[in-house]
């Protein structure tokens, strides 16, 4: 799997390479809303890629950009496994967060129209399914139900000693990260004993939120699947990511390099716009269901 997904990248950066080389020019994806309708129309296997700016509409922060964590936070110190190992406490105090924050939010129109979508289609033999780079579980509290969680969730820990995982949407997650807020940024103060940060209820080891950090490998089940609808799919839409976060990045050039029509929504161009038919700037809790009104 993970030779294939590379093999894929190396194919789409040589594809890149070589049209530059030859001086060609691309096509401007096309924002015309009747064209897009009429493929979707007889799409047959659908699949929506999203990304944090699908839950921006709820409240939630996206990543990059203006007010997004990274701004605030180096992900570097926060978002790795070195930085667990290095401060727990400072981690989870940011998950801990996160969590409260995303409890108080709801799905917002992108998110629902996607639901509805996919269980209309559904009726007529067709398919949608939504492979999330997301977190949050809003997806699914909007009734998808042919959902991939690639960066794991919010509301899963997982055991540091015996691997055990576990639902978990506690508020708060543990006594000693009870009304916390955010961490201060740059900083390494605060730290709550390892013993007093949630613990596994089986064997006592240190938990960590379940969710995939820089540096580690996606569940290579999870990777299979999507990659399984990647290759079925008719239709891609993109939803809501800056598209720089492998591997999801390289889903939908992957499927536009195979002639399948790709549809992106979001606020601006991203590194992938250029391999995409179509674009639609705006934000998507406008234009999704827009676009997929029967
Ligand atoms: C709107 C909107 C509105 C706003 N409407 N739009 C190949 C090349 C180079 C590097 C690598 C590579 N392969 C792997 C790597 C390393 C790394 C990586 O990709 N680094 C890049 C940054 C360069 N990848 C990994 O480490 C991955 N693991 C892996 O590949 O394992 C094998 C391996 C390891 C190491 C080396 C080689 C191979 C794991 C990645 C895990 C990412 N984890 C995070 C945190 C998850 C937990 C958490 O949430 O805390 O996932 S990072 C963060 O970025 C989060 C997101 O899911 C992810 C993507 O962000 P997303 O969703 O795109 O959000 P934003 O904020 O970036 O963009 C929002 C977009 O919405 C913007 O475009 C806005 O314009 C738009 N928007 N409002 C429409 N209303
Ligand atoms: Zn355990």
């Known amino acids: 799997m993970a030779f294939c997904v590379l093999g894929r990248r190396s194919n789409l950066f040589r594809r890149m390479a070589s049209s530059a080389a030859a001086g060609k020019v691309r096509e401007r994806p096309s924002s015309d809303m009747a064209?897009?309708?009429?493929?979707?129309?007889?799409?047959?296997?659908?699949?929506?890629?999203?990304?944090?700016?699908?839950?921006?509409?709820?409240?939630?922060?996206?990543?990059r950009g203006a007010?997004?964590?990274?701004?605030?936070?180096?992900?570097?110190?926060?978002?790795?496994p070195g930085a667990f190992l290095a401060n727990p406490s400072l981690v989870?105090?940011?998950?801990?967060?996160?969590?409260?924050?995303?409890?108080?939010?709801?799905?917002?129109?992108?998110?629902?129209?996607?639901?509805?979508?996919?269980?209309?289609?559904a009726s007529e033999g067709r398919r949608l399914v939504v492979i999330t780079q997301n977190i949050d579980e809003l997806h699914r509290d909007a009734g998808t139900k042919n959902l991939l969680e690639l960066h794991g969730t919010l509301f899963r820990t997982r055991c540091t000693s015996c691997g055990?995982?576990?639902?978990?949407?506690?508020?708060?997650?543990?006594?000693?990260?009870?009304?916390?807020?955010?961490?201060?940024?740059?900083?390494?103060?605060?730290r709550i004993p390892e013993g007093e940060l949630p613990r596994c209820a089986k064997c006592a080891g240190l938990l960590r939120p379940h969710v995939v950090w820089f540096g580690e490998s996606l569940d290579p089940d999870i990777l299979m699947a999507a990659q399984h609808e990647l290759d079925q799919c008719d239709l891609c839409l993109v939803i809501g990511t800056s598209s720089v976060v492998y591997p999801a990045a390289m889903f939908a050039p992957a499927v536009a390099d195979r002639g399948v029509p790709v549809a992106e929504f979001n606020i601006e161009s991203t590194p992938g716009t250029e391999n995409f038919g179509f674009h639609f700037e705006g934000f998507c809790g406008s234009t999704l269901p827009k676009a997929l009104a029967v």
């Open 67 to 80: 007010g997004g964590l990274w701004r605030k936070y180096n992900a570097q110190d926060i978002a790795t």
């Open 164 to 190: 055990h995982i576990t639902e978990n949407r506690a508020s708060p997650i543990c006594p000693s990260l009870a009304g916390k807020g955010g961490p201060e940024p740059d900083t390494q103060d605060a």
């Open 92 to 121: 989870w105090e940011f998950y801990s967060y996160r969590r409260d924050l995303v409890l108080s939010k709801k799905p917002n129109p992108a998110h629902f129209a996607l639901a509805k979508a996919e269980a209309h289609l």
């Open 35 to 63: 064209a897009f309708k009429e493929v979707f129309g007889k799409a047959r296997h659908i699949v929506a890629l999203t990304g944090a700016g699908i839950s921006a509409e709820s409240g939630i922060p996206t990543f």
